[in-house]
């Protein structure tokens, strides 16, 4: 007997994901390149504004500039005395800023890595330091509960912003603004400060301590992170709340926005970094590592991820180009080397801005005694060390390496009363400073054995042995009564001594 139901046929309806879309597709192409080991865990990670983009990585003691190319180390900047702190890349490309964990803030010249200013004020670790827009000028954020400015020309203080009650981790100075600075706390506060009143002018809760905040182009509204909560404000309505946003299930650590500011990346503790549409802050994306996010980084152009890792390890993914973007890097390639398209490129052609330029070392020339001493002609090395200007410990270097050759008495002799005056005063000057007088003795007792015989035959000289003699005698007294204290002192020292030990029997 047949059922008077009728069995419905029940079709499955597809799961609406994200695999298809076309963000996935875009932020799926970040595929790992490779992870390098920094020492310590990864603080910072910096790109340069402009091209070729390669990112300073601050761990430990150092900071190193990565190249984007290849993600070798192309320099190391060490001469840090403790723990370094936000390494950052001035807009040009040719400074870079770093703090360290005593509250020195100074900046490098890239090229050479020499210190080219040191900034003294803060006295707990200096974590953020950037370049103002204008490029002379660099915001610090210190635990010591401040916030500074400095000008980097006269190495010194403009403003000082003590609000804060606790660490401040977080800061930047508007690009469209250069007057506004933010700052975040440990003390749960986000402040908004003038530069041309020097005070507070905004004031706003996070609800957690700030590890990080950013700002919108146009310095409308900013982003402010600390727990796993990321908070948007709207400036222009006095600080109002526009989204609060909680994703992640640990501490946010780090965010950046992409090239076009569309698109909001944010790393912490729990081994991801989400990526928000800044439109309705929706995550689109997500990226899980291997350990906690202390720091994330995307390049400009859009093709590199950098992540630094508590661990010490730095993770990079790299982009895959499509095919319309291969075309147009293709257009752009420079023809290869040693082709014929190579060497006719013609004499405007001024290089790749990514291209490894070898320092040229100025040579090194010699002082004119130190090329007479090449030369063997050891009576003009010494009159060279003589002359006015040239240091002391020069000469004695010089009348040194004379004796150590054994050409000391070759140098001296065969001389006029004028050629051996200048030698002469140098003894008188400087024989009774005990670092040379061992060896300006040496000196004069050559110069009595040489001309000992002629010295009565010029007044001048004669002269100048009679100094010489006199000021020897001097000093010779000098040491006979020093040595009359020592030898009281000491007998009274022990006569002290001695009357201590009876009494105490």
Known sequence: ???????????????????????????????????????????????SPIQPFDFAVTS?????????????????????????????????????????ATGLIQVFDINSRAILRTMKGHNHPVHITRFAPGNTQILSCSDDKTARIWDIPGQETISIFKEHQDYVRAGLISNDNP???????????????????????????????????????????????????????????????VRSVSNHQKTITSMCFDGSSSRLLTGSLDHHVKIYDVQNYDV??????????????????????????????????RRKLVQKELNMSHQNKQPRVGSYKYFTRGQTYSGNKDDFVVESKPRERLALYDRYLK????????????????????????????????????????????????????????????????????????????????????????????NLHSKVKTEMNLQKEIAKIIGSLEMVAKGSLLTDTTNYT
Not at 64 to 79: D, G, L
Not at 195 to 209: D, E, F, I, K, V
Not at 210 to 236: H, K, N, Q, R, Y
Not at 440 to 449: A, F, H, K, M, Q
Request: glycine residues 6%; charged residues 20%; proline residues 4%.
């Open 60 to 100: 430990s003691t150092r900071v190193q500039i990565y190249s984007t190319q290849t993600y070798k180390v192309k320099k190391t900047i060490s001469r840090f005395n403790d723990i370094a702190y936000c390494g950052t890349i001035r807009n040009d490309g040719k400074l870079l800023v770093a703090g360290d």
């Open 375 to 466: 030369k063997f002609q050891y009576s003009n090395a010494l009159d060279a060390a003589l002359r006015n200007g040239t240091q002391a410990i020069l000469t004695i270097s010089l009348l040194q390496e004379l004796i150590r050759r054994d050409a000391l008495r070759q140098a001296i002799v065969g001389r006029d009363d004028l050629s051996l005056e200048p030698l002469v005063k140098f003894l008188i000057r400087w024989i009774n400073e005990p670092r040379y007088t061992s060896i300006l003795v040496d000196v004069g007792n050559v110069i009595i054995d040489v001309y000992s015989s002629v010295i009565y035959k010029s007044p001048l000289i004669e002269k100048l042995i009679v």
């Open 284 to 317: 689109v994306h997500s990226i899980e590592y291997s350990s906690p996010i202390l720091c994330i980084a995307l390049s400009p152009d859009d093709t590199n991820i950098v992540a630094g890792m508590t661990c010490g390890t730095l993770s990079i993914r």
């Open 179 to 241: 007057h506004l600075i933010l700052t975040g706390s440990y003390d749960q506060s986000i402040k908004l400060w003038d530069l041309r009143t020097n005070s507070c002018t905004m004031s706003m809760s996070h609800g957690a301590p700030v590890e990080d905040v950013l700002m919108f182009p146009g310095g409308g509204m900013i982003i402010s992170a600390g727990g796993p909560t990321i908070t948007v404000w709207d400036l222009i309505s006095g600080g109002r709340v």
């Open 1 to 47: 007997m047949s059922s008077p139901y009728k069995k419905l046929s029940i079709k499955k309806l597809p799961v609406p994901t994200e695999k298809g879309t076309e963000e996935s597709r875009f932020w799926k192409r970040f595929k790992p390149r490779c992870s390098l080991s920094e020492i310590a865990s990864v603080t910072s990670i910096k790109f």
